[in-house]
């Protein structure tokens, strides 16, 4: 007979839910504050889907920033992140000529995906340029 669990052991249930980020919520940060609000997100045990993709050295910052956090916030090892972008067929010469003043209107590339998550909850991303598929730790 299974025991029936109880409202106390519900609450060490460990869990993680997806946030997806619009880019119209980062678009006027600067790079720090877009960097604290990503790294506020992933400490709470979401897996971050953002519109768009950081900048470079965005990006890279973000990576020494949790490196440095790790052993000094407890329970955290770290962030798993990718990138997926549609950059496939671009349908042409004025396709390409479209999405690039798309781009430099917008100031990011809108056409890309990126996701983050807290290495305690995703243990790898594998992507193609047709999916990406997240595992996740037990």
Known sequence: MAKKKSKKDLGKIKGFSIQFLPYSEIRYLNGDERIRKILGIVLGNYILIIQGRLKPEEET??????MAMIGHVKTFKGIELAVISGNGDSGGIWAGMKKGLANALSGGDLGA??????????KEIKKNPKKIELLLTK
Do not use: E, F, N, W
């Not at 995906?113 to 995703?122: L, M, N």
């Open 61 to 66: 910052r973000l990576i020494g920033d949790t």
């Open 113 to 122: 995906v990126t996701i983050i998550g807290p290495a305690t909850i995703v």
